[in-house]
């Protein structure tokens, strides 16, 4: 009875140490995965041409079209009025777009993602009108082509007319300043 | 009066959250101290738990049906325009009803398997409901306090936000709640694997119990899978139904590894061998179907809904997995010296050493599949690269262990149990050699020139013969005994051995699927054209013309369709309109190819841009066979339902309780 006790007690084994690495390594990988920033998500997008679009404007007169932005670093930004992380990156985007006004070396649009006009005037009203100009996707049709996940996202578009970063979440000063970096603008 | 309704499902799933903690510490004082009266409370807590999340999760879709959206997850997911069935489907449209979908399929199976082993297993059942009982409490912890769908808003919104547009689909809204239902299932397995381990004792009796679990997970895996294909293909309109991306690859691989068990179980039932690779596999398998959710939902991967990760949720995941793996893990190397197999391999050529092999390269493909599926985050990790593992990567690497595993489905079930003679085998597999040799052949002469290519035809043409032999080897023998027709002992001999005729039933319908990815995957033909009027392409066997673009109103949209004739060898054969369709009502532009399938293949166009003077873009596949796809996964459901209703012979279970004896308890 002893011997049978003696050779069912656990033993030390190469493949337990090795199962034991295995499990303790891919849970390290996934902890580490988790204190990431998700803000910096590799898009499908980063690297190509900007998707074709022409958006009726939000205030009803004319167009907002990729073709007519071509030539300067452009950035895009995807917003809401029921979106609530949008409301946090609105003062800091408001400012922003009043201190493009004076320059000529980039541009910004607004695109108001699956909203109504009147509901993304509320918002403007309450919380600072954007110096911009905002094309309607109320189908949410563009977001799909640019794949926007959750709101708000922001693309930068370099002269040329290529993606070169997407920013998920709202943005924060140093964000912004980084990713326009990336566009040859320097803020 | 309807907020209250979720305030009512908060309060049933706290309960059951109270409940669940319960279960487990009962189930575990039974254990202890085989006090029975604590083992029925637990086991009755479970009960009641399903009936509490079922309520909960009423509440949350009667809140859907009536579009109340001073519920914040109703809010954000549905819309007073949105029909009926999308605010049904919408309950699993994010992420936490997702879960509380995941719960509510646990709490079932929990509340199924109790009730039909509790007097077949009375010494495993504590240790069961205990697993089952904390796997529970896991996942309502979670929903009640991090993750709650039951969060209402002050004050409500006019209207809500709307259901992500890709899932207003019926292939997608049906496809996450097949694959949870594959997911949750392998739960049951695990707790006997886990009651198993904790006694010591991992004899025949748990393989015999999880076997339809298995079967039946297995199959609502693979329909999820199969299904999510489907939607890929005939929705996106990108011609392909796979693209190795995560989320797709979370649920290939607790299939790899899923498929894997279900194999090996049989040389345990059979041969009583295996017994710590099989625990090893089930817990796998379970870990993965929850890094699946945890991968899916938690945003660590390039992934849906990142944005909105709290990280108080990602770290609950994140534990929870540990816990699970931790615990599964920690049981398999403390107790593998108790479950020594009592018989070892007696030949290379032996049905157990084939499903050896066969456990190995699957298990290897998962491997490379997870490897690829987390490569972006360890390179991260190390160098601080972003790096993105495209399908490349998956076809070079996973495909080949796929085409050896579809070439020892041919070896496999020939080879007896314990071992056979070389020369026997020879004559078993000469025939399936001259087939693959032959099916090369013509492969070539078709142009094929692709090695992966050509092994992936050799292995299908190779199982394909070796399969319908063993069928046709089976029923003759059957026939020289009884004399009867050959339909008739076909009959008689499937209906005599299920699980076996089941499981081959199930072989041909991989064949068939495979058979369906080779063709449409070599021999697709794409075109990308701008067409005037009047002209035409060629497309695999037919000749489609182009006679114009001309406007069409349907019920609630205007279209402009495009009209085209097809005919083939010269004789018209039909008429296809693909259509741009714009929606008044939701303002939505959608694209509806126009598809012609047949068993031959699919002739599948797709309505562009429109130019001057009448012309359009036109984009044209040819996917030759692709419909087989979805043929094969039939066949591949009948042959589960097969071998899901054979009950293993009596004949065999004194033998195998003999042995069981023999262990120790």
Redesign the interface.
């Known amino acids: 009875m002893t011997t049978?006790a003696q050779?069912?007690?656990?033993?030390l084994?190469p493949w337990?140490l090795v199962?034991?690495g295995i499990?303790m390594a891919?849970?390290a990988?996934?902890?580490?995965?988790?204190t990431?920033d998700?803000?910096?998500?590799?898009s499908q997008l980063v690297g190509r041409s900007v998707p074709a679009f022409a958006l009726p404007e939000l205030n009803g007169n004319g167009t907002v079209a990729a073709d007519d932005l071509r030539g300067t670093p452009l950035v895009i930004n995807f917003w809401a009025s029921?979106c609530v992380?949008c409301r946090a990156e609105h003062g800091l985007l408001t400012g922003f777009g009043r201190e493009v006004a004076s320059r000529d070396d980039v541009r910004i649009v607004g695109i108001n993602y699956?909203d109504a006009p009147a509901a993304a005037a509320r918002f403007q009203d309450e919380l600072g009108t954007f110096s911009y100009r905002s094309g309607q996707d109320?189908?949410?049709?563009t977001g799909?082509d640019f794949g926007v996940?959750?709101?708000p996202?922001t693309f930068f578009i370099d002269r040329d007319g290529i993606v070169m970063a997407r920013h998920?979440?709202p943005l924060t000063e140093a964000a912004l300043k980084h990713n326009l970096s990336l566009i040859g603008v320097t803020r | 009066m309807t907020a209250s309704l979720v305030k009512i499902g908060l309060s049933a799933a706290t309960t059951a959250f109270a409940l669940s903690l319960f279960a487990i510490l009962a189930a575990a004082l039974a254990a202890r101290g085989s006090r029975p009266a604590f083992l029925v409370g637990a086991r009755n807590a479970l009960i009641v738990n399903f009936a509490l999340v079922t309520l909960a999760a009423f509440t949350v879709m009667w809140s859907f049906v009536v579009t109340d959206f001073s519920v914040l997850y109703v809010a954000e997911n549905a819309n007073s325009r949105l029909p009926l069935l999308y605010r049904l489907t919408a309950l699993w449209g994010a992420h936490e009803g997702s879960l509380l979908l995941w719960l509510w399929y646990l709490c079932l199976f929990s509340a199924i398997a109790v009730m039909i082993h509790w007097r077949s297993h009375p010494l495993s059942m504590p240790w069961i409901i205990a697993t089952l009982a904390a796997v529970q409490a896991g996942f309502i912890g979670f929903i009640v306090f991090l993750s709650s769908p039951f969060r209402e808003i002050f004050p409500a919104?006019p209207d809500g936000?709307?259901l992500n547009?890709?899932l207003q689909d019926p292939g997608l809204a049906f496809h996450p709640p097949l694959l949870y239902m594959g997911y949750v299932a392998f739960s049951v397995p695990f707790a006997f694997a886990v009651a198993a381990l904790i006694r010591?004792h991992a004899g025949a009796e748990w393989v015999r119990a999880v076997r339809r679990w298995t079967l039946f997970a297995w199959a609502a895996l693979t329909s999820g899978i199969m299904l999510g294909g489907y939607w890929a293909y005939y929705e996106l309109g990108w011609g392909g139904y796979w693209a190795w991306d995560p989320v797709e690859n979370a649920s290939f691989l607790p299939w790899l590894t899923g498929t894997a068990f279900l194999h090996s179980i049989m040389a345990q039932d059979r041969r009583n061998m295996f017994h710590t690779w099989n625990v090893?596999l089930i817990v796998t398998t379970f870990a993965l179907s929850l890094l699946g959710t945890?991968l899916v939902r938690?945003?660590?991967?390039?992934s849906?809904?990142?944005?909105?990760?709290d990280?108080g949720r990602?770290?609950y995941m994140?534990a929870f997995?540990?816990v699970v793996?931790?615990a599964g893990?920690g049981l398999?190397?403390?107790?593998?010296?108790?479950l020594?197999a009592a018989t070892q391999l007696e030949s290379a050529w032996s049905r157990e050493a084939m499903l050896l092999v066969n456990n190995l390269f699957l298990l290897a493909a998962a491997a490379v599949v997870l490897l690829g599926t987390?490569y972006?985050?360890?390179v991260?990790?190390v160098s601080g690269d972003?790096v993105?593992v495209g399908a490349p990567y998956f076809n070079k690497v996973a495909i080949p262990m796929l085409v050896a595993v579809v070439f020892l489905m041919g070896i496999g079930p020939v080879v007896p149990w314990r071992s056979i003679k070389a020369r026997r085998l020879r004559d078993l597999l000469r025939w399936p050699a001259l087939a693959a040799l032959v099916a090369l052949a013509v492969a070539l002469l078709a142009g094929v020139r692709e090695a992966i290519g050509l092994a992936a035809i050799g292995a299908v043409a190779f199982t394909l013969s070796a399969t319908l032999l063993d069928f046709r080897r089976s029923v003759a023998a059957h026939r020289a005994v009884a004399r009867g027709g050959w339909l008739s002992s076909t009959w008689r001999v499937m209906r005599n051995a299920r699980q076996r005729y089941g499981g081959m039933i199930v072989h041909l319908g991989i064949l068939v699927i495979a058979f369906g990815m080779l063709a449409s995957g070599l021999f697709q033909q794409t075109v990308i054209v701008s067409l005037k009027p009047g002209e035409s392409i060629a497309l695999g066997p037919y000749h489609v013309t182009f006679r114009g673009v001309e406007s069409v109103d349907g019920p609630n949209y205007r279209a402009r369709a495009g009209r085209f004739d097809v005919s083939r060898d010269g004789v018209p054969v039909m008429e296809m309109r693909p259509e741009k369709r714009s929606y008044q009502e939701?303002?939505?532009?959608t694209t509806e190819a126009a598809i012609a399938s047949s068993l031959m293949g699919d002739l599948y166009l797709v309505l562009g841009d429109e130019a001057a003077h009448g012309a359009a873009t036109v984009r044209g596949y040819w996917n030759p066979l692709i419909l087989w796809l979805w043929v094969g996964w039939l066949v591949v459901l009948v042959g589960a339902a097969v071998a899901g209703s054979a009950r293993l012979s009596a004949a065999r279970t004194p033998a195998a309780a003999a042995v069981a004896q023999e262990q120790?308890a």
């Open positions: 049978l050779s069912q007690a656990p033993k084994r337990k199962l034991g499990v891919m849970l990988v996934l902890a580490w995965g988790l990431r998700p803000s910096y998500i590799p029921w992380s699956r109320p189908s949410g049709r799909i996940y959750g709101l996202e998920v979440g | 919104p936000r709307d547009p890709l010591g090893f945890f938690s945003g660590v991967l390039t849906v809904h990142s944005f909105a990760v990280p990602g770290t994140l997995l540990a793996m931790v893990y398999v190397v403390w107790r593998a010296e108790r020594t987390l972006p985050l360890i991260e990790a972003r993105t939701r303002q939505m532009v120790p």
